[in-house]
């Protein structure tokens, strides 16, 4: 008969290896889950929520170097063009003085300290005052203008290339807090994204919700302080349900200043571009003595602000997302109000 031999039973070194491998895996894999667990939808909204809040500050701070460029380029216009109409001013006065020249050479001769100025460096020339006393009357109060013309003409190139660098750092600014936007923006919808099916659906109808307070709610019996307030807010009410947009004045979206700015402009007052600038017009008061139509600032750095509606309510452009629409100014940490008029 042949040998039946049992199969020899697994190492014991080679079992206790693979259970605690096994026991490690597990464990790993335990604590990566607790570690990093899928974020609930309120998790999500609430850092959706703060993105958001973030982009509205850079925006601001685009909105105030987007105002500042337009500011600059109008300024170097301006200079440039004196500069300009300067130089045919001084070429007309040298003319002038080279028909001086002339009319001498034509007599018999030309004074040497005014030869000197038409063949050599004129600014050189013009610093060495003590010539001066060997020409006539006439030659010195030309040369004089000549010198006085020159030096205004290079205070203003100074001055041009001085804000043409603050323009330069300007658009940087600009274009650095564009991309900040946009990152903030996108890594919203990262988050966003993360979301399933039915969580979307219920964020989706949340915004809903509260976009449909667009309808007139209850404002109380408060009255506007003056014209102007009540003015920019009936302007502001006929922008209801217009989208949001960073950096947009209208007409077709809006961000926070841009409204405001549109509802005061329609009243007839110019406000600046941001809502930091914006704070500074007017009177400041307090939530206590708010009326319809005043300016309502939000957040330790005022970086949102809106229109005082009336019964507690603030009527603004929101967020990417939302519409101008009415809200509770529960909603948003208040700073101060602003009265206009």
């Known amino acids: 008969m042949g040998s039946h031999r049992r199969p020899k ?31 609930t939808k309120d998790e999500v909204k609430s850092k959706v929520d703060k993105l958001y809040d973030e982009a509205e500050q850079a925006t601001e701070a685009a909105n105030g170097a ?8 109008k300024q170097i216009g301006e200079i440039q063009d004196k500069v300009a109409r300067g ?19 034509r007599s018999g001769g ?13 600014d050189d020339f013009l ?30 190139r100074k001055e041009a290339q001085d804000k043409l660098k603050d323009l330069a750092d300007t658009r940087r600014v600009l274009d650095d807090k564009k991309k900040e936007v946009q990152g903030k923006l996108g890594d919203a919808q990262k988050l966003l994204n993360t979301l399933t099916a039915q969580e979307k659906a219920a964020l989706a109808s949340e915004e809903t919700r509260a976009n449909r307070s667009t309808e007139r709610p209850n404002l ?17 009410q ?37 809502s930091q600038e914006q704070a500074t017009r007017g009177t400041r008061i307090g939530r206590g003595d708010l009326k319809p139509g005043d300016l ?7 970086h949102h602000i809106g229109l005082y509606a009336g019964n507690n309510t603030v009527l603004h452009a929101p967020h990417t997302g939302a519409v101008v629409r009415y809200e509770s100014m529960d909603n948003m940490p208040f700073q101060f109000g602003v009265r206009i008029g």
């Open 127 to 156: 610093d060495k005052a003590s010539s001066l006393d060997q020409l006539s009357a006439n030659q010195t109060e030309a040369l004089q203008k000549i010198q006085g013309k020159q030096r205004t003409l290079a205070q203003q």
């Open 220 to 236: 109380g019996k408060d009255v506007p302080a003056s014209g102007v307030g009540a003015a920019a807010l009936a302007a502001a």
């Open 9 to 39: 039973p697994a190492s014991r070194t080679r079992v206790t290896v693979l259970s605690a491998t096994a026991a490690a895996v597990v464990a790993l894999t335990s604590q990566a889950a607790q570690a990093d667990p899928k974020p």
């Open 110 to 122: 030309i004074d040497p300290s005014l030869a000197l100025f038409l063949s050599s460096n004129p």
């Open 238 to 274: 006929t922008q209801l349900g217009k989208p949001y947009s960073y950096g947009a004045t209208g007409m077709a979206t809006f961000d926070c200043s841009g409204l405001t700015g549109y509802a005061y402009g329609q009243a007839g007052v110019h406000l600046p571009r941001t």
């Open 66 to 73: 987007k105002e500042k460029q337009g500011q600059l380029e």
């Open 296 to 302: 309502v600032l939000f957040f330790g750095d005022l």
């Open 87 to 105: 130089q045919q001013e001084l070429n007309t006065l040298r003319s002038g003085l080279g028909s001086m020249a002339s009319a001498q050479y």
